[in-house]
């Protein structure tokens, strides 16, 4: 059963630090994986989505790695801005058009 | 980019009563459409896979009869909860597949607050 974990649970940086988020995940068969952004009480939205075939991602001052052998996943934040504050979500595409997501990693800049 | 729609953003029912939420896809169509159920600080959970013109695909331990999903057309599909108890009270996500294949991007709705009295 594939299980998704995202370290850390919470951040707190101040503005202009560059971050790491990780994601691994335990079963290296997938399809794909997505990086989204939440804000509080909203839907979530497409960051960057990795194919398996793909070792990266890069989007503005975000990219995100993928290590299928390992199971892991980092996005990396660039120069961090109050408005990245947000729950940032891993989602790995596994058989069935199933998409199992992690519980998330709630990021907080200070200005 | 592709854009879905959920509708309402947040309802409020009284206990017993049964409550609509519509997901539709605006620019794509979308054969597959997923349901998802997020408690505070808590992840997605799956609810149910829902398939265009076929029966929904639900996860184990969610209850069919309780959470009925339509799929009638290429770009909606709704989500009705039953007899709604204060125990049903969540935030409710849809998300549409754009694409046919395994490889295809994941757009989400907006969500439903639902909450029962």
């Known amino acids: 059963k594939q299980e998704v974990t995202q370290i850390p649970a919470a951040l707190s940086v101040p503005e202009g630090e560059n971050l790491v988020l990780n994601c691994s995940f335990t079963d290296s068969a997938i399809y794909n994986l997505q990086w989204f952004r939440q804000d509080p009480g909203k839907g979530l939205t497409s960051l960057l989505l990795?194919?398996?075939?793909?070792r990266e991602q890069t989007s503005g001052r975000l990219n995100a790695s993928l290590d299928k052998s390992s199971g892991r996943s980092t996005l990396y934040i660039a120069a961090s801005q109050p408005g990245d504050s947000a729950t940032y979500l891993c989602?790995?595409?596994?058989?069935?058009?199933?998409?199992?997501f992690g519980a998330g990693t709630r990021l907080f800049v200070k200005a | 980019g592709a854009v879905v729609s959920q509708h309402p953003s947040w309802v409020i029912c009284k206990s017993g009563t049964s409550v609509k939420i519509e997901c539709r896809s605006l620019?794509?169509?979308?054969?597959?459409m997923f349901w998802y159920r997020q408690f505070p600080k808590q992840s997605l959970m799956l609810m149910a896979t829902?398939?265009?013109?076929?029966?929904?695909?639900?996860e184990q331990g969610v209850e069919k009869d309780k959470f009925l999903i339509n799929h009638a057309s290429l770009t909606l599909s709704t989500l009705t909860v039953t007899s709604a108890h204060p125990e049903d009270s969540s935030f409710y996500i849809c998300?549409?597949?754009?694409?046919?294949?395994?490889?295809?991007?994941?757009?989400f709705g907006n969500g439903t607050r639902l909450t029962v009295t």
């Open positions: 829902s398939n265009e013109g076929s029966k929904a695909t639900y």
């Open positions: 989602a790995v595409a596994a058989g069935g058009f199933k998409t199992i």
């Open positions: 990795i194919q398996s075939s793909q």
């Open positions: 998300s549409a597949l754009e694409g046919l294949s395994y490889n295809s991007p994941l757009h």
């Open positions: 620019d794509f169509q979308a054969t597959t």
